[in-house]
T-cell receptor, first 114, second 112 residues
Framework: GENVEQHPSTLSVQEGDSAVIKCTYS??????FPWYKQELGKRPQLIID?????GEKKDQRIAVTLNKTAKHFSLHITETQPEDSAVYFC?????????????FGGGTRLMVKP | EAGVTQFPSHSVIEKGQTVTLRCDPI?????LYWYRRVMGKEIKFLLH????????ESGMPNNRFLAERTGGTYSTLKVQPAELEDSGVYFC??????????FGSGTQLSVL
């Protein structure tokens, strides 16, 4: 089955700096890679996702890159703000119409210091 | 649009007792998933329903866990008897086909 590794487990940055979270996956059949943000006491929410037919996707201050050959993908947050503080989870799954289950990484606790 | 709702939000029980968690998915979502996060580790898959059928239950830890989705609407996850290692946050999530996955707020289960 799929195995997703996520690093680092904790990340502390100064407000305004960039943050990068990296994930690797094992199953070459995986082609859908979402990122979830979980604020304290709230539910995980999808913030961005990427499919294997593209190498990069950007949404304002958030970007995700994918290297299918190396089986790794990364989340980049620029100009971090205190409200970016949360736990971030990467995930991977094969994408088809069957609603395949996602395999999650271990999470990264991001702390943005004002 | 109402989101995925879970009940209760917290449950504290003693070892050996029974607990039933409930999940109401978003209306019209045929896919329903249960996940668990134990002690700050990864969100781990438990099982997947497509409507009322169990599509994949490979993540269920053992036979103390029983999930149902009668009628293909809400789902329950029963733990009987509960053990200390069952403590964690149990998430339910739903999606329509392979569209965006929506999570519930989770049930924090503490087994003492």
């Amino acid at each position: 089955g799929e195995n997703v590794e996520q690093h680092p487990s904790t990340l502390s940055v100064q407000e305004g700096d960039s943050a990068v979270i990296k994930c690797t996956y094992s199953d070459s059949a995986s082609n859908y890679f979402p990122w979830y943000k979980q604020e304290l006491g709230k539910r995980p929410q999808l913030i961005i996702d990427i499919r294997s037919n593209v190498g990069e996707k950007k949404d304002q201050r958030i970007a995700v890159t994918l290297n299918k050959t190396a089986k790794h993908f990364s989340l980049h947050i620029t100009e971090t703000q205190p409200e970016d503080s949360a736990v971030y989870f990467c995930a991977a799954s094969p994408y088809n119409n069957a609603g395949n289950m996602l395999t999650f990484g271990g999470g990264t606790r991001l702390m943005v210091k004002p | 649009e109402a989101g995925v709702t879970q009940f209760p939000s917290h449950s504290v029980i003693e070892k050996g007792q029974t607990v039933t968690l409930r999940c109401d998915p978003i209306s019209g979502h045929d896919n329903l998933y249960w996940y668990r996060r134990v002690m700050g580790k990864e969100i781990k898959f438990l099982l997947h329903f497509v409507k009322e059928s169990k599509q994949d239950e490979s993540g269920m830890p053992n036979n103390r866990f029983l999930a149902e989705r009668t009628g293909g609407t809400y789902s329950t996850l029963k733990v009987q008897p509960a053990e200390l290692e069952d403590s964690g946050v149990y998430f339910c999530a739903s999606r329509k086909g392979n569209e965006k996955l929506f999570f519930g707020s989770g049930t924090q289960l503490s087994v003492l």
